[in-house]
Structures are given as C-alpha cells and as structure tokens.
C-alpha cells in the first residue's frame, strides 16, 4: 500500500521553498509540525535539515514516537541552500565535501529506517567540467553513496529536477538508462510531479516506464501547491503507480499557500482519497 507523508523544513535560508512545514529544530517547532501531519492523518513526515550535525535526532525521534509518524525521508539540499556545494562542482575539493555531507545525512536518516535523497546536491556541469565529465561524476557519486545507503538496509534516492534547476538529468526515462548502464544499483528514481509537469511529455507514462526503479515520489500540483490547485490530473499517475506495485511514499514537497495547515490537508485528502479505493 502507498503511504502519505509532508515535508518539513528546518532550514531558515530556504523559507521560501517549497516544503509544507517551516520551522526551527527544536522541539516545539517539529512537535507542532508532528502533530498536525498526524491528525491529518499522514503516515510520515519528510524533513530538510540543516547538515548532518544539526539533525535533530533527540527531537525527531520523540515527535516521530508521540504522533506515531515515520520518517519517510530525509532531503540533503540544505548543502547546496546554505553551504553552496554540490556534486558536479569544477573544485574537486568541494565536490568531495558535498559527498561527505550527503553520507552524513544518509547515516543520520538510515538511523530512522529512512532514505536519503540527491536532487539540488546533483548540481549542473558548468566551467571546465563537460557534460561527459559531469556524469561521470555524477555515476561514481550515485554508486558510491548507494553502496554507503546500504548499509542501512536503505536505497539512495536520486531526483531528476527541471531544466532551470539542472543540466543533468530532466527526464525520468533518460535518468533510468543512466543509472541502469552505470553500476547504480541501489539507487531509486524520485519522480517529482512538478518538476515532471515540466519536463515529461506524460507523467504517468513515465512513471509505468520507469516501473520498479520508482522509489519516491514528489506530490505536487503543476504549480506546486497542493494537489487539486493546479492542472495536474493525478488519476493517471495514481493508476500507473498502483500498475507498477508502487508502494512507497506520496510526499507533498509544496508552498504552503495558503496556509500550511491548509495545504497539509489538502495534500492529504488528495493522496488518501485514492488509498481508500
Ligand atoms: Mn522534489
């Protein structure tokens, strides 16, 4: 069975992204946070921190146990937000930095029985690194991180983004081929629908195509608000999920407009309404 989770983001430099919750890591903020997912009935939450270091373990696990949520997953971004460094980097000193940061969150989430995920930490190729180069890069971090993930019994997640955000990889398909052909093994897709409103000709298309390498899945309207705020229709995309088994976690990676309350729930009704068919 599918599960529902939200996102919550710890991270102050990235209040104007698009994550559900907002707050600072201490505990009333993540309880608060907690609660409302868990009244609205989500099976988990998915968090934004700050680094490895200022993951809030101690808060997170007792929020998680109050609510009864799980963590469906953890976003390493914040290393490309606020600490400017990501894998494709021409200064090879900051790309191994942006690795080790993605392996310390990958530790901090594997605690929690959650995977972590790479998509703004990909970065683009650009200066004297070519495209070639770019994804040879890319292929040795996904495969090397991968292997890290498993020793938490967890996948890695990687997230193809848009064409103003990326010049890696934009399409699920192209994504697919690549981490098949280069030895990524235990590396996941996240489809993120509106990063796919962007780029794909048919999001459900890609998603049956994509089958059983789908890992995670981003939910958001064509705008980025809540599902039913936009002009996605989620009823193909539901259907090709539910054909390839998918049984992972819809997670509403939105704005909170126009509130946060009222895009969790939202979010909610638009994923729960199809759990119960
Ligand atoms: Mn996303």
Redesign the pocket.
């Known amino acids: 069975m599918m599960k529902s989770a939200v996102t919550i983001c710890l991270v102050p430099e990235a209040k104007q992204g ?1 994550f559900v919750f907002h707050c600072d890591p201490t505990a009333a903020g993540l309880q608060e946070s907690c609660r409302i997912a868990a009244e609205l009935g989500f099976h988990g939450v998915e968090v934004f921190p700050e680094s490895a270091e200022a993951f809030p373990r101690e808060h997170l696990m007792r929020s998680l146990a109050t609510h009864h949520l799980s963590l469906a997953a953890v ?1 390493t971004g914040a290393g490309w937000v606020k600490h400017k460094l990501h894998m494709c980097h021409a200064d090879s000193q900051l790309r191994s930095q942006a690795r080790a940061f993605i392996a310390g969150i990958i530790d901090r989430a594997g605690e929690f029985g959650a995977p972590a ?1 790479v ?1 703004s930490m990909q970065g683009r190729f650009e200066g004297n690194i070519s495209r070639d180069t770019g994804l040879n890069i890319l292929a040795d971090a996904l495969a090397s991180l991968g292997d890290h993930a498993s020793r938490h019994g967890q996948v890695l997640l990687y ?1 193809p ?1 848009n064409r103003y955000e990326t010049n890696l990889f934009t399409q699920q398909a192209e994504a697919a081929t690549f981490l098949q052909s280069r030895d990524c093994g235990n590396v996941r897709l ?1 489809c ?1 629908l ?2 796919m409103n962007i780029e794909e000709a048919d999001s459900a298309r890609a998603i049956l195509e994509a089958g059983s390498l789908v890992g995670h899945i ?1 939910w ?1 309207d064509s705008n980025r608000w809540a599902m039913g705020r936009g002009q996605t229709n989620p009823n193909p995309i539901i259907a090709a999920l539910s054909s390839i088994g998918y049984d992972g976690y819809l997670s509403a ?1 939105i704005f909170p407009r126009p509130t946060a309350t009222e895009a969790a729930r939202q979010s909610a009704e638009s994923m729960h309404r199809f759990f119960s068919q």
Do not use: K, S, V
Request: hydrophobic residues 40%; charged residues 25%; without cysteine.
């Open positions: 698009p976003g995920i998509g997230e983004l996240l993120d509106f990063h981003h958001a990676e």
